[in-house]
């Protein structure tokens, strides 16, 4: 490899998806990574196939697909992972198996309950059993960012002697300051004997807000793979953002001595995919991907730009694949350039059916709103009735007057069979939930409603996202419409599926690095 190419090491599909809330099916991890192979990014963890059945048929069928990217499962230590994973990967192109164990101190004592030089030859152990499966094998000493720099160093280089060929060096609890991480990684670097015979690579949390500013600390100080997600997204804090470190690499090549292979005019396209289906909507001020991070309303910055565009802006947005708002498909758009235009956005419909479905609800958009954007177009397909659902919305009245209590009227299609509820609430929308609940009976709880505007304009599609709770598991529904009631109602629906598909998932899911 050469050192001026980093390596991107996309994890938005593992440790994205720990973001409370944020699961996915494997529809919509398929449409993730598609995008994620034209963004072209070396490295695509798709799953940790032991958790769960529903990773291990994501990455098992990511790894049929994907061809020119790299796909990775996750595995502890221990042999029935490693095994797990080898078998989810068995059609991909490019296989690697990242294996993991604890070397920090309190992870030893308290979370394995082992010494040190058992972890050391459990660490051992694993990466030669996975090296017998693939030669691609990668190494985390989980919470290196506590560990002791001595053992870590031993731990390392008995992982390269074993056959890892990268090792990761995970900030597990986004515990370390850039200074420090940098640092860590000179030493590492500089004392474990057989370091040029390894790729060393950096997957840093966002508990202090640093993913950021750690990782490339690292870049600089040698580490040639980042591990990141699109949007930021990931457990607790979230993970490093693959859109700043690829932009900060590229607009500071006079401090950066390497660069990435990533489109980056697709990570604007990605990053609102990743938005939309995992209802996680972007903030407006968050850099490069943000509503606002090209937008300038100060007098003087737009003077500035109107002179010379270099004046407050240090980058394109262009290179991010950012387009002026203009309309993308109306009402007199035919099905060619309907379907052309999901193509473009990694949406994929299994059938013509589903296909039929899409266009009939574009059609029906259209005639509500003048203008339709690709976020009209990725919402309408992470609302469209598919096969597996078995409550879809049919029909919905809900009436509110002044100094009256709202009311609604609430039909859904349950397994080919029409039930319908009446009730009351605090709201239009209360009202509707109640509705809901009264048909459903699911009891469970309702512990996030938020509202999102998806584009500009008094017409605009509001994106509604829920979250649900029963018996310790949490499901994630969203929703989109020009008619924000009815946005809410296609959001609870949507969250109800899941639970109805998998009443009994443990939201506690195995955690990686």
Known sequence: MSNKNLIIFDTTLRDGEQSPGASMDIDEKMQIASALEDLNVDIIEAGFPIASQGDFKAVQEISSAIKKSSICALARALDKDIERAAESLRDAQYPRIHTFIATSPIHMEKKLKMS???VLAKAVDAIKLAKTFTDDVEFSPEDAGRSELKFLCDVIEAAIDAGAKTINIPDTVGYNLPHQFGTLISNIIKNVNNSDKAIFSVHCHNDLGLAVGNSLSAVLSGARQVECTINGLGERAGNAALEEIVMTVRTRQDIFNCDTRINSKNILKCSRLVSGITGFP????KAIVGKNAFAHESGIHQDGIIKSRETYEI???EDIGLVSNSLVLG???GRSAF???LDDLNIM????????DLFFKFKDLADKKHEIFDEDLINIASNIKVAE?????????VVTESNKKPHAH???EIDGKILESKASGDGAVDAAYNAIEDIIKSKCKLILYSVNNITSGTDAQGEVTVRITKDNSIFNGHGADTDIVKASVLALINALNKFKQNPNQNSSKKRGI
């Open 410 to 412: 609430i039909k859904l």
């Open 349 to 356: 419909p299994k059938n013509d059916s589903i296909l039929d």
């Open 315 to 317: 980058m394109r947005a």
């Open 116 to 118: 040190p030089e058992k």
């Open 339 to 341: 379907k052309q235009k």
């Open 331 to 333: 009402k007199h758009s």
């Open 282 to 285: 972007v903030q407006p001020n």
């Open 389 to 397: 659902n078995s409550i879809n919305f049919n029909y919905m009245n």
